[in-house]
C-alpha cells in the first residue's frame, strides 16, 4: 500500500518562505506523478503544483505560480514545495497525492498539513 506523509506545514508571516515535505513508502517512487493540492476552510481541494515522474514536467496554478516550486529526489522517495513570498490567503491544508499521471487524479493521499499565514 503506498503511503504519503507530508511534513513542514506551520505558521508564518506574510512574505516569509516555508518547505513543505512528501514522504513516499510502498511502492516505486519514481513511477510516480506526484501533486500537491490545498484545501481552505468550507471549500472544495484545489490543484496547486504537480511533477512528473521522470521530474521534467511540472505545472502549477495560476494563483501559486512564481512564489512555489515543486522538486523531487527520486533517491529519497520525497518530493518539496518550496513556498516564497507567503500570502495570508495560502493558509489552507496542504496534500501530496501520488498517480500514475500528472494530468489524472491521483490515486493516493496523504493526510495533509497545515499551513497558516498571518498578515
Known amino acids: 500500500q503506498v503511503q504519503l506523509v507530508e511534513s513542514g506545514g506551520g505558521l508564518v508571516q506574510a512574505g516569509g518562505s516555508l518547505r513543505l515535505s512528501c514522504a513516499v513508502s510502498g511502492g516505486t517512487f519514481s513511477t510516480y506523478a506526484i501533486h500537491w493540492f490545498r484545501q481552505h476552510p468550507g471549500k472544495e481541494r484545489e490543484f496547486i503544483a504537480g511533477?512528473?515522474?521522470?521530474?521534467?514536467?511540472?505545472d502549477y496554478a495560476e494563483s501559486v505560480k512564481g512564489r512555489f516550486t515543486i522538486s523531487r529526489d527520486n533517491a529519497k522517495n520525497t518530493v518539496h514545495l518550496q513556498m516564497n513570498s507567503l500570502k495570508p490567503e495560502d493558509t489552507a491544508d496542504y496534500y501530496c497525492?501520488?498517480?500514475?499521471?500528472?494530468?489524472?487524479?491521483?490515486?493516493?493521499w496523504g493526510r495533509g498539513t497545515h499551513v497558516s499565514v498571518s498578515s
Open positions: 511533477i512528473s515522474s521522470s521530474g521534467v514536467t511540472t
Open positions: 497525492a501520488a498517480g500514475q499521471f500528472l494530468a489524472i487524479t491521483p490515486h493516493y
